[in-house]
């Protein structure tokens, strides 16, 4: 496997006006704990430059993920969070709703079921 290939199959980083939208393919849940490290220097790169970060993570593709993803999420979220910005999800499965949950992730991460609603949302606080 192609490790530049598979760090660039598993994440697009967009700009919708002041938002960051973070789009995560299914690759993400083959990745290992190094690529996750490589591929999170890749996507937090922007949001340091950002004075107030919103960052949308769009989960859409992705099933299921582990707490080596999860990880990758934490750090995105302190990023944006330190810097008095909000992270939102989009498109979370019911397998990965369940992680949350279970986690108590789901009480600090706001969902969505689209990208525009997200992205509203994050615009409007």
Known sequence: MNTARSRQDAFTIERHGEVTVIVVSAAVELM??????????LILAPLRSQEC??????LTEVPYFGSIFLGLLLRCWKLASVKGG?????GVSDRARELLRVTSLDMVWPTYANRREAIEALEAD
């Open 32 to 41: 290992d704990a190094t690529l996750i490290d490589e591929a999170a220097e």
């Open 53 to 58: 970060p919103l960052v949308v993570v769009d």
């Open 86 to 90: 909000l992270m939102a999800l989009v």
